[in-house]
């Protein structure tokens, strides 16, 4: 079956540059959920779309930005990026964005900030 | 303050020992749903069982069952006759049907099994 896909995998940047993720859900789910997983932590949330809308929003920095476009494959920005940054970011789509709704997890991307 | 906990960081069994992760929660709300999700040393999150806070019933899939007792908020997982290929870190986690909520899932801590030959 169809799973989450997340490019890219890996992604090594310099302090102050900018990243984009990808994401690319299940086919025919309309709702994709963006995490961040720091090193020996567990994910946390960020934000969340259902068709095409923003529906949810977490911990997410002001430096970021995400959208879902009109095919249903969403994008994280990141700019300005610190150190910090450095984490396991998952991408995760349902069908459907109610609380009851089994969140899919793609295999992530890995960021690293030098 | 910490709505899923898994009290054990790290548990170490040998091959064809059962155990058994602990997962407490907290919650307000009376809807709301469990999930336990499996992380390998490969880094993907996959997802296990999703079980919803009217459903008591225990769940057995293969070697892997499911406590849940709404009674001391617990949802636990056991392995039988644990394998290597289950070593990896497990997380449990919560969503709740509140607005103010949204359909964000919240994690617990994680618990790394490793499984020893």
Same mark, same amino acid.
């Given at each position: 079956?169809a799973?989450v896909?997340?490019s890219p @995998?890996?992604l #090594?940047?310099?302090k102050?540059e900018?990243?984009? &993720?990808?994401? !690319?859900? #299940?086919? @025919?789910? +309309?709702t994709?959920?963006?995490?961040q997983?720091g090193p020996?932590? +567990?994910?946390?949330?960020l934000i969340?779309?259902? %068709?095409k809308?923003q529906s949810d929003?977490?911990? #997410?920095p002001d430096?970021? /930005?995400a959208?879902q476009?009109?095919?249903y494959? /969403?994008?994280?920005?990141?700019s300005s990026?610190?150190l910090?940054?450095s984490a =396991?970011y998952f991408?995760?789509?349902?069908?459907?964005?109610g !609380?009851? %709704?089994t969140? !899919?997890?793609?295999?992530?991307? @890995?960021l690293?900030v &030098? | 303050?910490?709505?899923?906990?898994q009290?054990?960081t790290?548990?170490?069994v040998?091959e064809?020992?059962d155990v058994? =992760?602990d997962?407490v929660?907290e *919650?307000?709300? *009376?809807? !709301?749903y469990?999930f336990w999700?499996?992380q390998?040393p490969?880094?993907?999150l996959?997802f =296990?069982?999703r079980r919803?806070?009217? $459903?008591?019933q225990n769940?057995?899939?293969? @070697?892997? /069952?499911?406590?849940?007792?709404?009674?001391?908020s617990?949802?636990?997982f056991? #392995?039988t006759a644990?394998?290597v290929v $289950?070593s990896?870190?497990?997380?449990?986690? &919560?969503? %709740?049907? $509140?607005?103010?909520a949204?359909?964000?899932?919240t994690?617990?801590g994680?618990t790394?099994?490793?499984v020893?030959?």
């Open positions: 079956a799973g896909i997340q @995998r890996h #090594i940047k310099e102050r900018t990243a984009t &993720l990808k994401c !690319y859900p #299940i086919p @025919r789910h +309309d994709v959920y963006w995490y997983q020996g932590q +567990d994910p946390q949330f969340s779309f259902y %068709e809308m929003k977490g911990s #997410i430096r970021f /930005s959208q476009f009109s095919d494959h /969403s994008e994280l920005n990141m990026l610190e910090g940054d =396991l991408c995760a789509s349902s069908w459907g964005a !609380y009851q %709704e969140q !899919y997890f793609g295999p992530g991307t @890995r690293l &030098l | 303050a910490q709505k899923v906990t009290a054990q790290e548990i170490s040998v064809k020992e058994t =992760l997962c929660y *919650t307000r709300d *009376t809807t !709301y469990l999700y499996k390998p490969s880094g993907e996959v =296990l069982i919803n806070s009217f $459903d008591e769940e057995i899939s293969g @070697r892997y /069952s499911w406590n849940f007792q709404k009674s001391t617990s949802f636990n056991t #392995i644990s394998q $289950d990896a870190v497990y997380f449990c986690a &919560l969503s %709740e049907a $509140d607005n103010n949204g359909n964000m899932l994690f617990g994680g790394r099994l490793m020893k030959p």
